[in-house]
């Protein structure tokens, strides 16, 4: 036997929704909402404002950083000949230097 009761089509059930919807009063903000905002916005950066860079504070960077540092601060000693050798042996006066005995 057939089901008495007759459903309303999926249309209908979104025109009644739409509906009901559009009969509910429209919300409004809490007293001093758009103040409160405002002051917070204007607030936020200088409030907020940390002590180091943004790049600074990922402890990732802060390592690179800090090992550059140090590898840049070297006395040199690599790149000076050692005492006694020939002028051009260390390599960094462009002539070429002989090989190395076995």
């Known amino acids: 036997m057939p089901d008495p009761t007759v459903r ?15 009969q509910r009063p429209q919300a409004l903000p809490r007293p001093f909402f758009y103040p409160r905002v405002r002051a917070r916005l204007a607030a936020g950066p200088a409030a907020e404002r940390p002590a180091l860079p943004g790049w600074l504070r990922r402890p990732a960077y802060a390592v690179l950083c800090g090992a550059v540092v140090l590898v840049l601060s070297g006395d040199g000693a690599a790149e000076r000949p050692a005492a006694g050798a020939p002028r051009g042996a260390s390599g960094l006066s462009g002539s070429p230097t002989r090989p190395l005995p076995r």
């Open 8 to 22: 309303p089509t999926p249309d209908e059930e979104w025109e009644d929704l739409m509906h009901q919807l559009r």
